[in-house]
């Protein structure tokens, strides 16, 4: 695949994958405590009263895990990873201590700007875990800047 650096080198159907990163209990529990305290998110035994049936990481959590992955992915080469919204944010499954996570993304919209030297890029990204199972999706509308 050829580098990507500007919107104009990316192309519909373009994929790109995340490196992989392993959630551990301290984790879950160390993020919950700051952004979302929550007994699901802080207490096993709490947790099993729970929809979750157990300890799971916070749904903001797992969002802030995906980002962190796509801006190592780099899907828009050096350009920074900024957007006007998102679009399709689902938390599809639970994300457990010990989970191996990695994003895979894929370009499905392309719209250049008439009037800014930059374009709107869809490309949806999905989270998965160690087993293949859907855990997070969520389709930012990212400004892609256009060669000069």
Do not use: C
């Amino acid at each position: 695949m050829a580098q990507v650096e500007w919107f104009d080198d990316l192309a519909i159907g373009m994929r790109f994958r995340s490196p992989e990163v392993e959630v551990t209990e301290a984790d879950i529990k160390r993020f919950a405590a700051e952004f979302d305290p929550q007994p699901m998110h802080l207490d096993h035994e709490a947790a099993k009263a729970t929809l979750f049936k157990g300890l799971a990481a916070s749904g903001w959590h797992t969002a802030a895990i995906a980002m962190n992955l796509a801006i190592q992915t780099r899907p828009f080469g050096p350009h920074p990873l900024i957007g006007a919204g998102v679009d399709g944010l689902r938390w599809t499954m639970p994300v457990r201590p010990n989970d191996r996570l990695h994003l895979v993304g894929e370009v499905m919209s392309l719209t250049p700007s008439k009037s800014k030297p930059q374009g709107i890029a869809l490309v949806k990204w999905t989270m998965f875990n160690q087993s293949g199972e859907e855990v997070y999706t969520f389709t930012p509308i990212a400004i892609v800047p256009r060669r000069g």
